[in-house]
């Protein structure tokens, strides 16, 4: 669930862009310019960034959420000089980015064993069919978190099991099939190496 600085800056350019014809007698403000000019907005936008890095855009996604649109708003009030909007929305998404902090905290906390099986998944790694599986999985997650992050944990936890089962079955199915599939490549690696002359006992019984 993580996004490349690139693209991110790439989507804060489009945003910039997207309001260019609002009215201004004022020249448009690049996105370097706002970042350097403003720095509320530059601290919002990489606060931002670390907190999606570290997964808080599925641990306390309503406030993630709130502090993405403080930001955009920010952006596009900058672009366009209105200079006093922008700080207004700068400083209530980093007040946004405070309660997702304290949010995603007690995520982690009571989701403490689903994100561990999470990540052991994601380490096994997945093809193209176990990400969307991941991604229904992860879809579970956000609103699970959603629930803690309004106020209701006890309802959140009765939901760790299932989330839990199906992250470690996501694991156990990646492990198979990688575990098939380098079995597959070692034997095909072995006949082109002649294995298949010198072993025919030992290759045949094993089919795929």
Known sequence: ?????????????????GLGGCASSQPKLSLDQILSQYTEISTLNNE???????????LAPESYEEARQSLETAMNAAHNNVTDEAIEAATEGLQAI????????????????VLQARERAL???????????LAELDEELIKTSSLIEEGD?????????????????????????????????????????????YTPKTLAPVSY
């Open 48 to 58: 931002l960034k670390e907190a999606r890095d570290n997964g808080a855009n599925y």
């Open 1 to 17: 669930m993580k996004i490349t600085v690139g693209l991110y800056a790439l989507s804060l350019l489009l945003v910039i862009i």
């Open 123 to 133: 380490a096994a790694g997945l093809n193209s069919q176990q990400t969307e599986k």
């Open 153 to 197: 944990a006890e309802k959140a936890k009765q939901l760790r099991p299932g989330l839990l089962e199906g992250y470690e079955q996501l694991e156990l199915v990646t492990l198979k099939q990688n575990t098939a599939e380098q079995a597959r490549s070692a034997i095909d690696y072995a006949k082109k190496q002649g294995a298949k002359k």
């Open 98 to 113: 405070a309660r997702m902090k304290d949010v995603a905290a007690s995520s982690r906390k009571i989701l403490k064993e």
